[in-house]
């Protein structure tokens, strides 16, 4: 049953709106075509039972710079 993958995926991330964020972005990445979305969200919370998703996320340590260009102007 779904809620008891739910409920154990709750082990490792206790906010419930992170939960979902995590699941719907990880759904997306790992659904292949040509197979069930259910499939593929009941798969992404069995990993989350068994590791916690936010260990696995990267963390950036320096920001990313954004290179300046000069200001275009109207001719």
Avoid: W
């Avoid at 906010?15 to 972005?25: E, P, T, V």
């Avoid at 759904?27 to 593929?40: E, I």
């Avoid at 000069?70 to 001719?75: G, L, T, V």
Wanted: aromatic share 4%; charged share 25%; glycine share 2%.
């Amino acid at each position: 049953m779904r809620s008891e993958l739910i409920f154990g995926a709750l082990t490792h991330i206790s906010n419930r709106y992170q939960l979902c964020q995590l699941a719907s972005k990880a759904t997306r990445k790992l659904h292949k075509p040509n197979t069930r979305l259910q499939d593929t969200m009941n798969d992404v919370l069995v990993r989350f039972r068994e590791n916690s998703p936010a260990a696995a996320a990267p963390v950036r340590q320096e920001p990313i710079s954004i290179p300046q260009h000069p200001q275009r102007r109207a001719a």
